[in-house]
């Protein structure tokens, strides 16, 4: 695999032959490109008196593969061996798909698919080989950093310019209009739910991992730029895979092998180490942080 220097999977192709004088102006332009494409500028508001960049996708095993590429390269023996995918997670004792053990995280058929079964200390040592690698570039005053959200970020980039919404589209329903599913959980219909003895309906316990339906194209997880973006043009903010949180000991979002109710925007989960339900995004802040060219303008892809 030929190394370059990735903002998740967007690179600075190009501009690396170049003296760091000449191509100081080429690199932040091309930076402020990369940023406007692939990262949701979330501006300050009450809640959050920053203004902080997101990736608009989950990190994806491609993002991830050059990551350990490159830590092998440099001798970073020790930090490849934490950061290792645990492909291990994909069977158990109740649930066993060796084709996802061997190809899910190798096979370049799931390059765009999310990266999973990666603990919180890989997700952070990844940031923070994003952040010295772009920052090396750069070579300027200011850093950017790269890390792993905090929960109130976290919640205000799913709801997507709509203050307290339920999920990252407009509503409560998890299919739109044609029948089809918003996001990649476990649908379960009219036909798990039961009436007991006594007249109580109860939701039947689904005792396999993922319940195939129409309008939900997913087989387990689905691609990283999967169904529809929300307002701030960001993917799969519900279900598909549970994010990491930085200052909480929990996963946020729900995941592919969640029902409705738990990949909400305020659904968390006990972060219990790496798992197949379980990847994470990025975000990214200046420091300092007053750098005009950050505040580029946003585009509209929403369709809520």
């Known amino acids: 695999m030929k190394m370059k220097i990735a903002f998740g999977v967007i690179l600075l192709v190009g501009c690396m032959s170049l003296s760091v004088h000449s191509a100081d102006k080429r690199l932040k332009k091309h930076l402020i490109n990369v940023l406007n494409e692939n990262y949701a500028l979330i501006l300050a508001d009450s809640l959050i008196n920053y203004d902080f960049l997101i990736f608009k996708t989950e990190v994806s095993n491609l993002n991830y593969k050059e990551f350990l590429w490159d830590l092998k390269q440099q001798g970073e023996t020790d930090k490849w061996k934490r ?19 061997t190809h899910y995280h190798n096979h370049t058929a799931y390059n765009d698919y999310p990266v999973v079964n990666v603990s919180k200390e890989s997700a952070e040592l990844y940031c923070e080989w994003l952040s010295e ?18 929960h109130k970020e976290w919640l205000k980039a799913a709801r997507g310019t709509m203050e307290g919404a339920i999920y990252a589209w407009s509503g409560y329903r998890l299919q739109n209009t044609e029948g089809t599913y918003l996001c990649n959980c476990i649908a379960l219909g009219s036909e798990c739910i039961s009436r007991d003895s006594t007249g109580k309906y109860n939701v039947m316990k689904v005792d396999y991992d993922h319940l195939a339906t129409p309008g939900n194209y997913a087989d387990l997880t689905a691609p990283v730029k999967s169904y529809w973006p929300n307002g701030y043009g960001l993917y799969n903010m519900n279900g598909n ?42 975000v990214a802040t200046i420091v300092p942080s007053e750098h005009a060219w950050l505040k580029v303008p946003k585009k509209k892809t929403s369709r809520e």
């Open 83 to 101: 950061a290792l995918v645990d492909s291990s997670k994909w069977s158990d004792s109740k649930w066993n798909n060796n084709a996802y053990v």
């Open 133 to 150: 690698k772009v920052n090396n570039t750069l070579n300027e005053p200011y850093k950017i950093v790269f890390r792993l959200p905090i």
């Open 241 to 282: 895979v549970a994010e990491l949180i930085s200052d909480k000991e929990v996963v946020a979002g729900g995941s592919w092998n969640d029902p409705g109710f738990d990949v909400r925007n305020e659904s968390v989960k006990r972060y219990e180490g790496a798992a197949r339900t379980v990847g994470f995004r990025v």
